[in-house]
């Protein structure tokens, strides 16, 4: 049992996540050749397969299951250790403020949050939901050290003059649909195939446009206008329209529902920044550096999801 290592626990419950050496490669950051060998070298130690191969992926045997709920302990006993020894000299402690609007706050946000807690334990960040326009006038006011808004088309051109800007996701906007809508299946879909359809709209005030249809479609059907998200998607899963979302909270999508993404050349997109003081302080900084990593996350989940669902 001496030969079991943490990086073959992680490969292995990576692979029974997943449902492929593929998918876990490609999360690790391994060689499919590595992946191969560290599953082989843990099996070896175990004495059992540890996944049975079939078709396009492969499924966990019962010594693999006893091996991931076991590694899931221990990985997460490694990560508690690594995260009280790192508190020992980190240097960035003390409260800051953090505000988001509200798509941004949903998938984004959290897994930022989660790796600030990881990498600075003494840092405390007291997090605030407010629409883009409260957003910033706070930051100016320094209620605020960071702010994550949405600019792009569609949107107003707000007033970011002085202050310190950072692209954290590229991800524009996609659509949300009944798991059994006929456009479901599709990864992209032209924006042709949008027009006519039922949407479920926002509502409410707070001075942030709503997502409404998609922006270039014309004269577009609302059946539905509700202020959270959990009603828009509830209703979206329901099979009463569809629903226009930013791809940073695409990740939060209940069951029977997908999103897909739209091929529009008349629509220039958008993008999430985290905006700062100009010269933002080493907190803030390290706020801003976790919101761009949780980004590229969130990309590389997006992508395995699609891969999965094909």
Do not use: N
């Amino acid at each position: 049992m001496s030969e079991l290592t943490m990086a073959g626990l992680r490969v292995v419950r990576e692979i029974a996540l997943s449902g492929s050496f593929t998918a876990a490669a490609r999360l690790l950051g391994y060689s499919q050749p590595a992946i191969s060998r560290q599953v082989a070298a843990m099996e070896a130690a175990a004495g059992y397969p540890l996944f049975i191969r079939e078709g396009r992926g492969v499924r966990v045997s019962p010594a693999g299951a006893v091996v991931v709920e076991h590694a899931g302990r221990i990985l997460a006993g490694a990560e508690a250790l690594r995260h009280d020894l790192a508190g020992l000299e980190d240097r960035l402690a003390g409260r800051i403020r953090l505000g988001a609007f509200p798509a941004a706050a949903a998938v984004l946000v959290p897994r930022a949050l989660a790796r600030l807690r990881a990498g600075h334990p003494g840092l405390e960040v007291a997090l605030a939901e407010k629409p883009t326009p409260t957003l910033l006038r706070q930051l100016r006011a320094r209620q605020l050290e960071v702010a994550v808004i949405g600019v792009g088309a569609g949107l107003p051109d707000y007033d970011l003059g002085g202050l310190g800007q950072e692209v954290v996701s590229a991800g524009g906007l996609c659509v949300a649909v009944p798991a059994d809508h006929r456009l479901a299946g599709a990864d992209v879909v032209p924006v042709a195939e949008l027009a006519g359809e039922t949407w479920v709209a926002g509502a409410g005030g707070g001075g942030d446009p709503q997502f409404r249809a998609w922006p270039t479609l014309a004269d577009p059907v609302i059946g539905h206008a509700v202020r959270g998200w959990p009603a828009r998607l509830g209703l979206v899963a329901a099979g009463l329209g569809l629903c226009l979302m930013p791809e940073v909270a695409a990740l939060s999508i209940p069951d029977g529902v997908v999103t897909i993404a739209v091929d529009d050349p008349g629509w220039l997109g958008r993008m999430t920044v985290a905006v700062t003081a100009p010269a933002p302080s080493a907190e803030a900084a390290a706020v801003v550096t976790a919101l761009r990593r949780a980004g590229e996350d969130i990309r590389l989940l997006q992508e395995e999801r699609v891969r999965r669902r094909g």
